[in-house]
């Protein structure tokens, strides 16, 4: 596992967060208009809340777009957790010349889901990957 350093903002979203929801966040990250935060298996159901209630406070108290992904050490079953509820039928590491990459292999109507809204959903997930598991990259291949 990779050390990740939280700085003080990150510190201060992710308090805020455990104090409104009463989950304890592992990392948290910021892209654009979302915030993202890395939560146990444990805690998704305080995360979230009774019928989306906790999740509903945290977006108002930061008036953005809130996620909240189950963390996991498996490399795979993360990547599977980030593009929750998109299907990915294989997920494998790769080297190339820029680095360790991870390889995504999708059915075709899956990809919109994958990316998201102006790629917003792939720019979280690479963030995510490079930081807890040194991934430089996401490839997508059609199954």
Same mark, same amino acid.
């Given at each position: 596992m990779v050390r990740i350093r939280i700085g003080a903002d990150e510190i201060q979203f992710i308090n805020l967060f455990e104090k409104l929801t009463g989950a $304890? *966040?592992?990392?948290?990250? %910021? /892209? /654009?208009n979302t915030i993202c935060f890395l939560v146990s298996k444990e805690d998704m159901g305080l995360a979230i809340g009774k019928k989306g209630a906790n999740i %509903? @406070?945290?977006? #108002?108290?930061? #008036?953005?777009?809130?996620?909240?992904i189950e963390y996991s050490e498996d490399m795979a079953e993360f990547v599977r957790n980030i593009f929750q509820p998109s299907k990915i039928r %294989?997920?494998?590491p790769s080297s190339s010349? @820029?680095?360790? #990459?991870i390889v995504l292999k999708i059915d075709r $109507?899956?990809?919109?889901?994958?990316i998201g809204s102006k790629g %917003? @959903?792939? $720019?979280? *997930? @690479?963030?995510?990957? #490079?930081r807890h598991f040194n991934m430089e990259d996401i490839i997508l291949e059609n199954a």
């Open positions: $304890k *966040a592992q990392d948290m990250i %910021e /892209e /654009e %509903e @406070k945290v977006r #108002n108290t930061f #008036n953005k777009n809130v996620c909240v %294989e997920v494998r010349s @820029k680095g360790r #990459n $109507k899956q990809r919109g889901g994958i %917003e @959903k792939i $720019k979280l *997930a @690479k963030r995510l990957l #490079n």
